[in-house]
């Protein structure tokens, strides 16, 4: 059914560029609030409507179909009186005119602008990486010449031993590769898991038949007589023959259309508490913007950020200088691992601090299960789950809202329920009976 105008919609016209998922998720919180701009254009530069990237590694592994990915259709957009631009990129900004052109020569005026523009692969400065056979695995065109260069086999090198990398690499060898993952850090993950976990982790993926080089140091690619790549070699001498290598080290923010128009740019578009801009009318979001000097590149804080600039966008504007509610704050996030079969689930800081956090561990060898949680003064601050994660969600829960777990602490390690049912006790004694001792 065709979309009906609100009564209440202005009538600003508001530009969105980027159909990723921040972009996208933007223009669904709009859409489910009456205040919205009347006149919403979405421009992407891929050819294909908004898709769920975090689906790309099980589409490389080939447990997924290629349409499960898709968010909306372009017919959903037309339905919804959104006008979809897609296959084009932004070139230019004119702030003074609040116009913008297109590499095709479009032009299109805004009262607002959000720039979405997502993220680039990280490339370090190493002799070689842009050789034929080199990949990255950003988006959709990324994961199908992936998927079309294991389907000549051989030898594949991952460069990254974070969470990309090792999605890559498993992606890959479901596709019949010989996989080598390279990390530079001493442990897969360093960044959300500690040792004990990592170990367990690069145990299971040797077992499936990585090769996995931690402490790695890339020195250079080398070329064959066609010119393209056929092998990495490593700082210790080591030479991995590679017929593909996948670059998996990270992102950077994509800044270049921000710089362009002259807006504030470090690492990424400077944003203030409500997504805003050096330029009033110029808004940022998701992997591109910088928040007192945060970058990022997982959804949850992205997510928060969609509900705030969506806030901001429709206000009343016969108040425009009012504000929201409630403008954007750092909030912890979660860290979970999308490799079938393997389950991991981390928040918090990676090792404890000497002398200033509490270590509760539990392992069982024999089911692969391992957990280990960091405390303050009876807080969770931190936790590592390998294996079973159930419980992960309840103890993230109970580090966000600060919860003195004391009460608890002799069953924290035992998972959610029965640690939530000394909580329960604790709270239902009266206060004439002394609370139950912590084991």
């Not at 680039?120 to 002799?127: F, G, L």
């Not at 695995?137 to 051989?154: I, V």
């Not at 990592?198 to 077992?207: K, P």
């Amino acid at each position: 059914m065709p979309h009906q105008q609100s009564t209440t919609a202005t009538t600003e016209h508001l530009v969105i560029v980027g159909n990723g998922m921040a972009g996208h998720r933007l223009v669904e919180a709009l859409l489910a609030r009456a205040e919205r701009p009347s006149h919403i254009t979405v421009i992407g530069a891929e050819a294909a409507p908004a898709y769920n990237r975090i689906l790309l590694s099980p589409l490389l592994a080939g447990e997924m179909e290629r349409e499960a990915l898709t968010l909306r259709n372009a017919e959903w957009y037309a339905e919804q009186g959104i006008e979809l631009v897609l296959g084009e990129r932004v070139e230019t900004i004119d702030r003074t005119a609040r116009r913008l052109t297109t590499d095709t020569g479009r032009e299109l005026g805004y009262d607002h602008l959000v720039l979405a523009t997502g993220s680039n692969p990280a490339r370090p400065p190493v002799p070689g990486l842009d050789l034929p056979g080199v990949h990255v695995f950003r988006d959709l065109n990324d994961a199908e010449a992936l998927a079309s260069a294991a389907e000549q086999g051989g030898n594949a090198v991952v460069i990254g031993g974070g969470l990309l990398g090792l999605e890559a690499a498993e992606g890959l060898r479901k596709r019949g590769m010989q996989v080598s993952l390279l990390q530079r850090a001493e442990r897969l993950m360093n960044r959300q898991l500690d040792l004990t976990a990592a170990r367990l982790l690069e145990n299971e993926l040797r077992h499936r038949g990585l090769d996995i080089h931690t402490g790695a140091q890339v020195e250079r690619l080398e070329a064959d007589a066609r010119g393209h790549v056929c092998a990495v070699h490593l700082a210790d001498g080591t030479r991995l023959a590679a017929d593909c290598v996948v670059l998996a080290i990270g992102i950077v923010p994509n800044v270049e259309l921000g710089r362009v128009a002259g807006l504030s740019v470090n690492r990424g578009i400077v944003v203030d508490v409500w997504l805003t801009t050096s330029d009033p009318a110029i808004h940022a979001l998701g992997e591109c913007c910088e928040f007192e000097d945060r970058t990022y590149g997982l959804v949850e804080p992205i997510w928060h950020q969609v509900d705030v600039l969506a806030d901001r966008l429709c206000l009343d504007h016969d108040h425009a200088d009012a504000e929201p509610a409630q403008g954007y704050v750092e909030q912890p996030t979660a860290t979970k691992l999308k490799v079938s079969g393997i389950s991991l689930y981390a928040f918090g800081p990676t090792d404890p601090e000497p002398g200033g956090h509490e270590v509760l561990s539990y392992r069982d060898p024999q089911q692969g299960d391992y957990r280990r949680l960091l405390l303050r003064d009876g807080r969770l601050e931190g936790a590592v789950l390998y294996g079973d994660t159930a419980s992960g969600p309840w103890y993230f829960e109970q580090a966000l809202a600060g919860r003195d777990l004391t009460p608890c602490r002799s069953a924290l390690l035992l998972g959610a329920s029965d640690a939530q049912l000394l909580l329960d006790d604790a709270l239902n004694e009266s206060p004439q009976r002394p609370a139950k001792e912590a084991a």
